[in-house]
């Protein structure tokens, strides 16, 4: 690839960079009055969805629903109230050991740890991230 064809790609990546990040801009306007209308006008149906019913198929959607996800996220102290209660405490909770790399430094700092080991522990993980760098 010569020269030229860098800078005509960079141009078209530049572009369609914008119009990408306007497209999904108002995307997501769109996407927030459509759902504030789904909960204004729309009915809960039996498993907790909100639909709209739209009744006309000329943009080849019938509806628009809120799809409603429930995740049992865990209460920790109503879990601790509860196992202890029922003296199940020690039968159900597992320890599980956790490095403390504060302490790691601090032991290489010490010098209880040499920088070989330190980087056979944390090996680094190399990324690359794309940028286009405006002057």
Same mark, same amino acid.
């Given at each position: 690839?010569?020269?030229?064809?860098?800078?005509?790609?960079?141009?078209?990546?530049?572009?369609?960079?914008?119009?990408?990040?306007?497209?999904? $801009?108002?995307?997501?306007?769109?996407?927030?009055?459509?759902?504030?209308?789904?909960?204004?006008?729309?009915?809960?149906?039996?498993?907790?969805?909100?639909?709209?019913?739209?009744?006309?198929?000329?943009?080849?959607?019938?509806?628009?629903? $809120?799809?409603?996800?429930?995740?049992?996220?865990?209460?920790?102290?109503?879990?601790?109230?509860?196992?202890?209660?029922?003296?199940?405490?020690?039968?159900?909770?597992?320890?599980?050991?956790?490095?403390?790399?504060?302490?790691?430094?601090?032991?290489?700092?010490?010098?209880?740890?040499?920088?070989?080991?330190?980087?056979?522990?944390?090996?680094?993980?190399?990324?690359?991230?794309?940028?286009?760098?405006?002057?």
């Amino acid at each position: 690839m010569n020269k030229e064809e860098i800078q005509a790609n960079i141009r078209q990546f530049a572009t369609l960079k914008e119009q990408s990040d306007l497209l999904t $801009k108002r995307m997501s306007e769109v996407k927030k009055t459509l759902t504030d209308a789904v909960d204004e006008y729309g009915e809960v149906d039996g498993r907790g969805h909100i639909v709209l019913e739209l009744g006309d198929e000329s943009v080849g959607v019938v509806s628009l629903t $809120k799809q409603r996800r429930a995740t049992p996220s865990p209460d920790m102290e109503n879990i601790e109230r509860i196992l202890k209660e029922k003296n199940l405490w020690e039968r159900c909770i597992v320890m599980v050991p956790e490095v403390n790399k504060d302490e790691v430094m601090a032991a290489s700092f010490d010098g209880l740890l040499s920088e070989e080991e330190i980087q056979e522990m944390y090996p680094l993980s190399i990324t690359y991230a794309f940028f286009m760098n405006k002057g």
